[in-house]
């Protein structure tokens, strides 16, 4: 083939290859300016970005909204991952979401993008009731009272959805399904036994 035309030929793969991306970025409901512009290395952009719109859309929330920060730092051993905001006793905390940095190690990246989508919904389901408006502060037992929300559940369970879509893992998904299931369930035996106490009766353990 001459080389004129082997060098229209990869002219135009490479156009139509960037074109269909445009299209595929175009087809998006959320604007760009409520994606993820940069996160920390190993984390897809991408993806994230469509668990993100996703999210937006179940909760009803503005399709603008930009996503809290994400920072990657030690944790305890027993967080993969956390939702960190300002309350009343700390003030000065930033809305962010912080990634252990032994997740990011040791991780799957999959595995590491559905742990982000956990806190992102942590972020939304926090300022759902104040109309998605930042606040100063928030209440301190926000995150433990998500845990038992049916739609919370509804929606970290149907993130490990979406990124099955993407990257057809059903090993992994799984794995969410389960890790959801189980700190859920503790989480709301732990407020249960809570209620139970301050209304005089006797908690399980």
């Known amino acids: 083939m001459p080389r004129l035309a082997m060098t229209m030929l990869l002219t135009f ?33 991408d993806s994230a970005n469509r ?3 996703w999210m937006k859309q179940q909760v009803h929330a503005p399709l603008g909204l930009a996503p809290p920060p994400v920072f990657v ?22 809305l962010s ?6 997740t ?8 590491v993008l559905w742990a982000l ?9 926090t300022l759902r009731p104040f109309g998605f408006e930042t606040q100063d502060t928030y209440p301190a037992s926000l995150p433990n009272v998500q845990h038992c929300d049916p739609e919370f559940q509804r929606v970290t369970k149907g993130a490990a959805d979406v990124l099955w879509d993407i990257y057809h893992s059903s ?3 799984l794995r969410m399904v389960s890790l959801e299931k189980d700190t859920h369930g503790r989480e709301c035996a732990y407020s249960s036994n809570l209620n139970r106490l301050h209304e005089g009766g006797q908690g399980t353990y």
């Not at 730092?73 to 309350?87: E, N, R």
């Not at 979401?97 to 032994?102: P, R």
């Not at 990011?104 to 595995?111: A, C, K, R």
């Not at 989508?117 to 389901?125: I, K, M, N, Q, T």
Request: hydrophobic share 40%; charged share 20%; net charge negative.
């Open 13 to 45: 793969a490479l156009c139509a290859t960037a074109t269909a991306g445009d299209s595929s970025r175009r087809l998006s409901p959320c604007p760009v300016e409520g994606d993820f512009r940069a996160l920390p290395s190993g984390i897809d952009v």
């Open 51 to 53: 668990v993100w719109c």
């Open 73 to 94: 730092g030690a944790l305890p051993s027993t967080k993969y991952s956390v939702f960190v905001f300002p309350t009343p006793e700390a003030p000065d905390d930033l």
């Open 97 to 102: 979401i912080e990634i252990a940095s032994t």
């Open 104 to 111: 990011m190690q040791y991780e799957d990246p999959l595995f």
């Open 117 to 125: 989508g956990h806190e992102l919904a942590h972020s939304l389901f």
């Open 171 to 173: 090993h992994q998904r």
